[in-house]
């Protein structure tokens, strides 16, 4: 694999994420799976393996080229990528399942944890020719019975008006588009930026050329990231789509949800803006 001049960011998004992935091992927590989990667990992934096979008559040949395509996502440092997208946001489902308040969606792999600390009214960093619609999302941040959380953390990250992300695309400033701002005491904050681009998973690597074998297509809707977090409360990661945006409807990596669509209004001024609430509940 090389880095080609068109697509610059493609190899490198990978490693960088693996790079990311493997810095934040305290902040996901030890799995402590048992045996017979484990056993379980895995045994219900080869069994799928061997039915796919089995079922559709895979050949030596076919066999072959996925062991090779299965080392080259590892030597290319895409699992990250290749895992959130085609497979965290069962995993999210499944933790849904026991939470309530604001509807969470997968986390990605381009989160960077401590950005710029920011006032409750703030404007994420970017470049002084930062393309792209400009954006204010406003609300507030409050406990299931509507206690408004003073302080409560609103950890945003999002792409460019190109689709890349900071820190994992070459080429913009670090931090760009990233920050945390702290709601006010009445859990209050309003956020200025851009209006980011849909994202494309990386063409020129094996998870893209894995989707171009199949005929998928490789688009993510437009989204904001945002990570939510307030003293004694579950910490709510999810993302916020965009009403009448491309890929709406054919997320490749199945991660909308209908509460998470926004309806952005251009004001006189051409800012498009947009207010939602943040529900957490008691940790
Ligand atoms: C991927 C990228 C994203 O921006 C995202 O939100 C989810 C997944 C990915 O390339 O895996
Ligand atoms: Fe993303």
């Known amino acids: 694999m090389s880095i080609t001049q068109d697509s610059p960011t493609a190899a490198r998004s990978g490693a960088s994420a693996s790079e990311s992935f493997k810095a934040s091992k305290e902040r996901r927590g030890a799995a402590d799976t048992s045996p017979e989990r ?3 667990i895995v045994s219900a992934v080869l069994k799928g393996v061997h039915a796919a096979i089995s079922d559709h008559d895979v050949t030596y040949p076919e066999f072959q080229a996925a062991k090779a395509w299965l080392m080259e996502v590892g030597e290319t440092g895409e699992w990250p990528l290749f895992m959130d ?23 990605g792999p381009y989160y960077l944890p401590n950005q710029v600390r920011l006032p ?10 930062e393309a792209g619609t400009p954006l204010t999302l406003s609300g507030q941040v409050r406990d299931l019975d509507g206690t408004p959380l003073a ?23 670090d931090g760009n588009l990233r920050g945390v701002v702290v709601a ?3 859990g209050q904050f309003s956020i200025s930026t851009v209006q980011p681009a849909p994202y494309q998973i990386p063409t020129d690597g094996p998870t893209g050329k894995m989707i171009e074998a199949a005929g998928w297509h490789p688009w993510r809707p437009a989204h904001l990231h945002i990570m939510v977090r307030a003293a ?3 910490t709510i990661t999810t993302q916020l789509y965009f009403a009448g945006g491309d890929w709406l409807d054919s997320d490749v ?11 952005p209004k251009v004001d006189e001024t051409g800012i498009a803006r947009v207010t939602y609430d943040f529900e957490l509940e008691q940790a």
């Open 151 to 173: 302080g409560a953390e609103i950890d945003t990250w999002h792409a460019d008006s190109d689709g890349f992300y900071s820190g994992f695309a070459p080429g913009l400033p």
């Open 184 to 186: 006010g005491d009445d």
């Open 253 to 263: 990596a199945e991660a909308v949800k209908p509460e998470l669509v926004l309806e």
């Open 232 to 234: 004694g409360h579950r």
């Open 85 to 107: 997208v085609f497979v965290e946001h069962v995993v999210e489902e499944v933790a849904s399942r026991q939470q309530h308040g604001t509807k969470g969606t997968i986390e």
């Open 120 to 129: 409750s009214t703030a404007v994420l960093p970017h470049r002084d020719d």
């Open 38 to 40: 484990v056993s379980t």
